[in-house]
C-alpha cells in the first residue's frame, strides 16, 4: 500500500476518485481516448468530462506509484496494488498498458463489512466457515463478488473463532482488525513471492485457517489440498464458472498419478463449493447476487472419487435438504421475488423450460 498517495496523487484522479465514490461506482476506468469510465450497479457509464489524453492517463498513473513500482511497471509492462484514499478508502489499481499508454482500472473495496443479508449469501455459507478443517472454494467471474464473499467468511470467523487466520492476497483489499482471531495478512510482491511460496511457508507458521486470494497453479492448489487435509480451514477463491467447472478445473491442472492424487484428497478434503454472480435488479439500480451452492454429502464425495464429475449436477439435485443450491433454482427464487427481470433469469439458467409461462 502507499501510505504517501495524498502528497503525490494528480488533482483530476483525486476528483475522479472522489466522484465515482460519490455515485457508488464498483470501478473507474483511466482510458486514453475516451472520457473516464464508472461502473455504476454493473453497467459502464461516461462522465461527462473531456476525453483524456495519453499524457493525463500516464502522470494520473504515476501519481499512484512509488519509485520501486514505477520500476516494476516499466519492466513487466503490468501491476495491480492497493492505495488508500482519505475520500474513496481502499482501492485495489491494476495497471496495464495499451498502444504504449499506461492505463488503469480501479476497483473501490468499501470500507466495511456488509452483513450476509446484505450480500444476499445463503445462511449455509456461515456453516461451511465453522467447519473446523478442509477446504471451502469460491468460485465465479471476474467481479462476481468472490473476494467479498471471501472477506465476509474471514471476517465471521474473526468475530467468533480465538484462533489464527492467515491470508495470502494480490492485493489486500479489506484491512481485518484482530478481534476474538488474530490475523494476518500477506500481500503478494510486498510481503511475499507468490502464492505457492507463500502457501508452503504458511504451514509452518501454525495458523488454523488460510485464506488464498486466487488458487493460480498446480502448486498452489497442491498444497491447499494438503493443508486441508492436515487439519487446516482453506479459503480460497477460484476462478470459473460453476461448481462443476471449478472441481473440473482443479483436477484437469494436473495429470497421471498426481491426478489421482489430487482426486483423492479432493474428496476427502473439500467441504463446500460456492458460484457465484452478481445480476442486475429488476429496476436496474444495484446488482443481486446469484449463486450456486454445493454441501459436501457422502455421494458427492463418491463421485469425486471415481472421478465421475458429469454426474455431480444430478446428486446436487438430490442433495437439496443437504443445503446443495442448484444455480437455476436460484434464479428463479430471485425471479419469483421480483429481484430479477425474466430475461435475466433465462439469460443465466441452464434449464429455461422451468420458466416459461404455463
Known sequence: MNPSIAETLHPRMDRLLVHAHEMGASDLHVIAGVPPALRVTG???????????????????MSL?????????????ELCISVRHEVAGRIRVTFYRRNGATELSCR?????????EDLGLPAR????????????????????????????????????????????????????ENR????????????????????????????????????????????????AETGH??????????????LERVVGIFEGNAQKQVILQLSNSLQGVISQELLPS??????????ELLMMTAASRSIIRDNQLHQLYTTMQLGVRDGTVLMDNCLYDLYTRCLISY????????????????
Open 180 to 227: 476474538r482471531a488474530i490475523v494476518v495478512q500477506q500481500e503478494v510482491l510486498t510481503d511475499v513471492r507468490s502464492f505457492s511460496r507463500a502457501l508452503i511457508h504458511a504451514l509452518r507458521q501454525d495458523p488454523d485457517v488460510i485464506c488464498i486470494g486466487e488458487m493460480r497453479d498446480h502448486e498452489t492448489i497442491q498444497t491447499a489440498l494438503t493443508a
Open 65 to 77: 506509484l512509488t519509485e520501486p513500482q514505477r520500476h516494476k511497471l516499466e519492466r513487466d509492462w
Open 43 to 61: 453497467e459502464i457509464l461516461l462522465a461527462d468530462e473531456d476525453a483524456l489524453s495519453l499524457e493525463e492517463c500516464d502522470a494520473m498513473a
Open 282 to 291: 429488476v429496476d436496474r439500480t444495484r446488482r443481486v447476487l446469484a449463486y
Open 108 to 116: 473501490f473495496c468499501g470500507s466495511f463489512f456488509p452483513s450476509r
Open 125 to 176: 455459507i456461515d456453516e461451511l466457515a465453522r467447519k473446523p478443517n478442509g477446504l471451502i472454494l469460491i468460485t465465479g467471474p471476474t467481479g462476481a463478488g468472490k473476494t467479498t464473499t471471501l472477506n465476509y467468511l474471514v471476517d465471521l470467523l474473526n468475530g467468533e473463532r480465538r484462533c489464527k487466520i492467515l491470508t495470502i492476497e494480490d492485493p489486500i483489499e479489506r484491512v481485518h
Open 233 to 246: 480451514l482453506v479459503l480460497a477463491t477460484l476462478h470459473a464458472p460453476s461448481v462443476l467447472h471449478a
Open 343 to 358: 430475461d435475466t433469469a433465462i439469460s443465466r439458467a441452464r434449464n429455461t423450460e422451468r420458466f416459461k409461462p404455463t
